[in-house]
């Protein structure tokens, strides 16, 4: 059985791949779905913190409860990013994130 | 209610009831001032007997250790400056019926004479400086209104504000004065102060600055040098004002007290020494100015100056010693006799040259006048008694007071002895002057052409004058006015002979002087003109002013342009505008962009707590 390092190093490998994905990609679905790898690897060490932190044989299901919190907002947010991602498009005509520069001070 | 609380506010419900019920109505409005003035002036005789000296207190301000106190006492000098002012304030009441009788706007001109004698009579019955203080800016504001009386006249408006902004500077000083007094005695009231003075243990530089502070004050009320120039332009004002404020009884008001603050005087040797020389110096330079004046009523301005120099002059003598005694309480005395006769005389001058402006269509050039003894005899002839009292001849009145003035400096200090002489012999020098170029020779103008005697309520106030200027300097009289319990006033010590001879000699000196010199003369037969212009004073302040003002106003504007403008207001526009301009930067306009600072923000925080947490 892999150990709770081995877990938070594949946590922090995902975490790495959806920052780096989040800082350098240019396709905002792209950029999204990186997102959803960074809350992945977050998921993943809080079910392995859950699981090596019970007492007397049984896991601390609190973590566990937390992850299922967090699926379900992140199912409502990606239904809501996906609508402003199309919306944007409608507006935009481009899923590029260099030519959204409107905000620049 | 006791009677001196009645005396002081009878002349109040005088100017109320004319101000908010009889305005409409002139004739009233005279009435009722006149009639107030008439009873304050019944009232104020039993008083003069009666050994009332407190009349009755009632604490008016209390914080912390100030308490303030509105109480009134009728002693010593009060009671006799009293009836100077109830009744010279009567006989000017009586004489305005008659010299203001056209005028539009007399009742107002009546409801300010009222508020006059209000605030007059507050100063002289005030127990304490705090409430002589309030009253004293009292009787500068009525002075104001009533010298701005005519307030179309240019000249008029611009005299007033003159007498009120040069009395404001004295009146700076008078409370600092008074603030060290509360500070070193920790009281104002003038028994109490008297008291802790007896007992010692003061600070006598102290009491000298404070002296000199209180002094200010009389400077300023008195008109005493350098802050004269207001009194010679208060002369616009209506010729019954100058007789009654600007002559016998609110410019008296600073030489009363220091009269009544002459047991601080004595123990502030310095401040009796300004208040001799500043009084001496003031009694020469108008008694200057005055012989070469051509208009009446700044003659008799300059006059009242130089006499008021006379009595700051005596009042500062309280604090030299003659035989190892204190002369305190006999200087005091003096001074305030010659207060006393000078309101007679001084205001039977101002208003027979009220009557006289009245008579010739209100001229007031002196040598425009002339041949009036003909056409006004009763008006010449108390003329020339007060003109024969202000000169010193025995026996009226201003040769006693005059005498017992310059006694004190006969015995203390030669070279004021001198001045106060030689100013003498001015006086009666320039009062003759006056007098030949008026009523001698023939009418030179239109005025005096057709000028008639004027009538007999005009009249009836010089004649009581006229008897007041004659007797009042023998010494039953100022049995009344200064009280059997003062101790009397100074006689000179030794070469008595030689003091009367000088001071007879210098006045019929000065008489034939200005009679041989200005008989039968249609003009200035030597104009002085720096004198004719007093020496320039009123010049001199506008450049000091001027120059000032200029000075105040860079200064001012070089702390609004660097300091205000450039570092306050810009500055912290520029800085605002920088800070933005660093923050901007961070708004890149890139979704990744603020992915990457967000990023940092949150390495940073972490940072921050696991540091802070180990």
């Given at each position: 059985m892999p150990s709770l390092n081995e877990y938070l190093m594949v946590s922090g490998l995902l975490f790495a791949i959806g920052l780096a994905g989040v800082l350098f990609r240019r396709n905002i679905i792209v950029i999204f779905m990186c997102l959803e790898i960074m809350l992945s690897a977050a998921n993943l060490s809080l079910v392995a913190f859950s699981r090596f932190s019970g007492q007397g044989g049984l896991p601390d299901y609190d973590a566990q409860v937390l992850v299922f919190f967090v699926i379900t907002v992140a199912a409502a947010e990606v239904a809501v990013g996906l609508a402003i991602i199309v919306a944007l498009f409608r507006a935009r005509r481009t899923v590029h994130v260099e030519d959204l520069t409107s905000m620049r001070g | 209610?006791?009677?001196?609380?009645?005396?002081?506010?009878?002349?109040?419900?005088?100017?109320?009831?004319?101000?908010?019920?009889?305005?409409?109505?002139?004739?009233?409005?005279?009435?009722?001032?006149?009639?107030?003035?008439g009873l304050c002036f019944l009232l104020a005789l039993p008083l003069l007997g009666a050994d009332n000296d407190a009349a009755g207190s009632f604490t008016w301000l209390a914080v912390g250790g100030l308490r303030l106190e509105i109480g009134l006492e009728v002693g010593g000098l009060a009671r006799g400056m009293l009836l100077v002012v109830t009744l010279v304030g009567l006989l000017v009441h009586v004489f305005s019926m008659g010299y203001m009788r056209d005028d539009e706007a007399k009742a107002r001109y009546f409801a300010g004479l009222s508020l006059f004698m209000f605030s007059m009579t507050g100063i002289v019955l005030a127990d304490n400086l705090a409430m002589m203080f309030i009253f004293w800016e009292l009787v500068g504001v009525s002075s104001y209104l009533l010298i701005g009386h005519w307030f179309q006249k240019n000249s008029a408006a611009e005299a007033s504000k003159k007498a009120f902004l040069v009395n404001r500077i004295g009146d700076f000083g008078f409370m600092i004065g008074i603030l060290l007094?509360?500070?070193?005695?920790?009281?104002?009231?003038?028994?109490?102060?008297?008291?802790?003075?007896?007992?010692?243990?003061?600070?006598?530089?102290?009491?000298?600055?404070?002296?000199?502070?209180?002094?200010?004050?009389?400077?300023?009320?008195?008109?005493?040098?350098?802050?004269?120039?207001?009194?010679?332009?208060?002369?616009?004002?209506?010729t019954p004002v100058s007789a009654?404020?600007?002559?016998?009884?609110?410019?008296?008001?600073?030489?009363?007290?220091?009269?009544?603050?002459?047991?601080?005087?004595?123990?502030?040797?310095?401040?009796?020494?300004?208040?001799?020389h500043v009084g001496a110096l003031t009694a020469l330079l108008a008694a200057l100015l005055a012989t070469q004046q051509a208009d009446i009523k700044k003659i008799l301005a300059y006059s009242t100056l130089s006499q008021l120099g006379y009595m700051v002059m005596a009042v500062g003598f309280a604090g030299a010693q003659h035989g190892g005694a204190a002369v305190g309480e006999v200087a005091a005395n003096s001074g305030f006799f010659h207060l006393y006769t000078h309101a007679f005389f001084k205001a039977l001058l101002f208003l027979g040259s009220g009557a006289i402006i009245y008579a010739c269509h209100h001229e007031q050039d002196i040598w425009k006048m002339g041949g009036l003894r003909r056409s006004m005899p009763a008006t010449a002839a108390t003329f020339l008694i007060g003109t024969a009292a202000l000169a010193g001849l025995p026996p009226l009145s201003g040769f006693w007071s005059k005498d017992s003035v310059l006694a004190l400096a006969w015995d203390n200090n030669p070279l004021l002895f001198a001045v106060g002489a030689f100013?003498?012999?001015?006086?009666?020098?320039?009062?003759?002057?006056?007098?030949?170029?008026?009523?001698?020779?023939?009418p030179r103008g239109g005025g005096a052409r057709g000028a008639k005697e004027v009538a007999p309520v005009m009249l009836a106030p010089l004649y009581v004058l006229a008897a007041g200027a004659v007797v009042a300097g023998f010494p039953f009289a100022y049995g009344w006015f200064i009280g059997g319990g003062g101790a009397g006033i100074a006689h000179p010590h030794g070469g008595k002979a030689l003091f009367l001879t000088i001071l007879i000699g210098l006045a019929l000196a000065g008489i034939a002087a200005g009679y041989l010199l200005y008989r039968d003369r249609e003009e200035e037969p030597f104009p002085l003109k720096a004198l004719a212009d007093k020496l320039y004073i009123d010049e001199a302040y506008l450049v000091v002013v001027r120059v000032f003002q200029d000075a105040v106003a860079y200064v001012a504007k070089s702390v609004d342009q660097l300091l205000i403008d450039g570092l306050l207001v810009r500055g912290s526009a520029r800085l605002a505008a920088g800070v933005g301009g660093l923050l901007r930067g961070m708004q890149v306009g890139n979704l990744q962009g603020y992915a990457f600072l967000f990023g940092l923000g949150v390495v940073f925080v972490i940072y921050i707590i696991t540091t802070a947490v180990r």
């Open positions: - | 209610m006791t009677t001196a609380f009645l005396i002081l506010l009878l002349p109040l419900v005088s100017a109320l009831a004319i101000l908010l019920g009889v305005k409409r109505n002139p004739g009233a409005s005279a009435l009722v001032s006149v009639g107030s003035a007094l509360w500070g070193s005695l920790g009281t104002v009231n003038f028994g109490e102060m008297a008291g802790r003075l007896s007992e010692g243990g003061y600070d006598a530089t102290l009491m000298n600055w404070a002296m000199v502070c209180i002094f200010c004050g009389a400077v300023g009320k008195s008109a005493q040098v350098p802050l004269h120039v207001w009194l010679p332009d208060a002369m616009e004002g209506p009654l404020i600007h002559a016998a009884t609110m410019v008296a008001a600073g030489v009363f007290m220091l009269a009544k603050m002459a047991f601080v005087i004595a123990v502030a040797p310095t401040a009796a020494g300004v208040v001799q100013t003498a012999f001015l006086t009666a020098f320039y009062m003759t002057r006056l007098c030949v170029v008026v009523f001698f020779g023939e």
